[in-house]
């Protein structure tokens, strides 16, 4: 995982001296190129938006078992006339085309439908759910981001020993389940000393242990890519240049390597969003916090299909959005993308 | 008739008395009113800890039990049942049964008011009911409860007869739950969605109000100030002592005992048999057992398909299985083994069973032979005509709780020693439900709450197959149990009703070898010391109305 991100890697900037590189970047950057980039992106962002909604769609249709009964579950008394009102309601008589049509009839007016088991609209319970969920992402990524710059900057290129200790952490918190490591924080900070409340998503205190347990895997993955990118930046000619002017050490990590090696992590984003989509699933429920995973968690498992597809939609939307950023992004950091 | 409460928590103080001003309702007989130490207090926030969130607040469309444990508070409903399975006024002062148990004519008590200021009358009752008998409403579990149903008559403000289409004589155990409760008329008015959504649009006639949800993390109900329409069964009269209750949903075992022994919540529900000893070695925790009424958690052995259509392999399957080993090994002693497909706190339990199924491989070895399953394979199963005896349980994980996966692995280990190969394949949802609908299974297994024995006659009377929506799992057609199950829901004579339903479940679990009894679903709850007068109903409702912090 690592190495592979590393190597598809736009190369860094190119080394210019000290930090003349971003004048250049801004000169070559037209509103023509910009536009164009923004045009292809869009009409491929749609593409994926479609295909993901198309497979959403058919993995349901391939689901075995009659879907009325599933939504019921195995043990219920519900009535064959019950039964018929459900099928009715949820249009699941018609066939199966006119079904698909109605539904991406309605997604292109932005409707998800409604959720089988919790009767409510899919978008508002996806936008009630969102907040706490983006809440939690924003903190495990500042908890990420600081511990693995904390980690990298001390340890590139440093004593083997210390380097060492650094993967060595980084090597327990990426294989540490989030589930047992929510677990253990809880009952060490929470149940033992009283440091932080159990569970909940009411004020900053019960953001912590969250952040934590979300962020710690992430830390130990970001700060791998960013040590390795450091230790390459390091060996740079403009580090012995920067050297040879008489910046200090740290100096020149944290204010010029560590700049060439962030740009790897520009490549991590689209990952990152993945990771804390999925984390946020066991997070939330350890946690009993409220949010997109603890919503999709409870409706994978009572095969709440509206609710699934609207967030199998939700996270297209999010992926598109963050890859259509970062191709962006790169014409910005890197001028030699710029084709026109 | 004044009653004792039916079942009060033992909230008895450990020696150091000194620190603790409250020792009453030590003992479950106090009738009304604090007994003696330390009168109850009015005021503060208790925080209860669930192990399930709700999917929807309507309970006359929500079949889920939670729902009804947290609305026990918010809805009241016509009339209490005590633990007999007696039944006393709430917001019936009276009533009148129609001999062939077709009708029933409630007097309505005077001066009940809905806390959006509607009045509770004879219109509210029928605007309840008609809802949840009517198919557009797709009620799961409240619809059953009204069975035969045929309307609602308003005959003044104060008086309104129930009608059935056949005898019903379970309606008054229905009548008695949160699920039968009553919302105001106004808000049946605001849609499905409202009412699913909880909040604010669940309003009701009870001692709490529903004021607040937050999805994934909690409800807050706050004291009705106005309520003055408590049961005779309740100590106190007037508002609940509460300011305020707030169910957090902490759905992890773990994180539920951690929360609850650091203090961070008052009461939590549903402790795992596992953890009970940390529970226990806390002073300030009181554990309380509570064992549910209704189907005890049992194997249904199906009649009519394979193997087990042969009697004697199923009473071979009843014999072979070591059950009292099985439950004290994996409930930790916790839960009790269970004798007949009824709990024993279910109205006409048959205590005679216990005892009656013996752990007995050589005679399950003796029947097996006798049905003609004499050959052996390879693996030790026993086989006929070359085919091997196997006996299909198929399951679904994410249905299966309480550690019963680890319950099935013992019980084929235990079959296995008699020759039986259970084959216990784990299926996805869809695929379970599509074999369960069509009856492709030797061996079905649930569990069901509710305080009327009247639920034998869904288990068990033909009329009630898989095929047409029923809980017949063994696909049982024994013309005596029909006769007796139906007989039972036409009277409401106490003793009548214990003979016949004695006679039901001697006769599927000894003579049809219909069921296999596991154990008994019990809830283990941990009690603050912090938290006096909490008390449970025969339906397994928390009652907070009497609780109060001490």
Known sequence: MTSTSTTALPRPLPPGPGTGAEPAARR??????????????????LAVLLGAATTAFAALQLLPGDPVAIILGPSTMASAQVRDQIRHDLGLGDPVVVQYLHYLGRLLHGDLGWSYQLQQPVSALIGDQLMPTVQLALAAIVVAVVLAVLSAVMTAGRHPALR??????ELVSVSTPPFWLGILLLTVLSFKIHAFPVAGAQGFGALVLPALTLGLPVAGILGQV??????????????????ARGLSQTGIRARHALRHAA??????????????LGGAVLVEKVFARPGIGALTLQAVSSRDMPVVMGVVMLSALVFVAISTAVDLLYLVIDPRLRTD | MRLARPVRLALVATATVATLALTACGSGSSSGGGAAAGAPKAGGTVTYALDVEPTCFDLQVNPQGITGDIERGVVDSLVTIDAKGAFHPWLATSWKVAPDLK??????????????GTPFDAAAVKANFDRVADPKTKSQYAATLLGPYSGTEVIDPHTVKVSFSKPFSPFLQGASTPNLGFYSPKSLTRGPDALCAGGSSIVGTGPYVFTGYTKGQSVTLTKNPAYNWAPQSASHTGAAYLDKVVFRFLTEDPVRTGAVTSGQVDIATSISPSDIKTVQADKNLTIRKVEDAGGTYAIYINTVRGATADVRVRKAIQLGTDIDQIVKTVYFGQY????????????????????SLKYDPAQANKLLDEAGWTGRDAQGYRTKDGKRLTVDWPWNPPHTREQRAVVAQAIQADLKKVGIDISHPALDIGAFVALAGTGQYDLYDFSWTRFDPDILRGF????????????NAANLKDPRVDEWTDAGAATLDTAKRAELYAKVQRQVTLTDAAVLPIYVPTKLVAVSSHVAGLAVDPNGKPLLYDTYRS
């Open chain 1, 28 to 45: 070559g950057l037209t509103g023509r190129t910009v536009a164009l980039a923004v045009a292809r992106r869009a009409g491929s962002a």
């Open chain 2, 460 to 471: 068990f009377n033909s009329a009630s197959t898989p095929a047409t929506g029923g809980q």
């Open chain 1, 263 to 276: 740009a790897g992590l520009v490549t991590l984003s689209g990952w990152l969003a993945g990771t804390l």
């Open chain 2, 103 to 116: 009708s029933y004519t409630f007097t309505l008590r005077d001066g009940v008011k809905f806390t959006d």
């Open chain 2, 336 to 355: 009790q083994r269970s004798w007949s497909p009824l709990t024993p706190s279910t109205p006409s339990y048959d205590k005679s069973l216990e005892g």
């Open chain 1, 164 to 169: 060492a200790v650094a993967s060595f952490w």
């Open chain 1, 226 to 243: 960013l040590r390795e990118g450091l230790e390459a930046a390091l060996e740079q000619p403009f580090v012995t240049t920067a050297r």
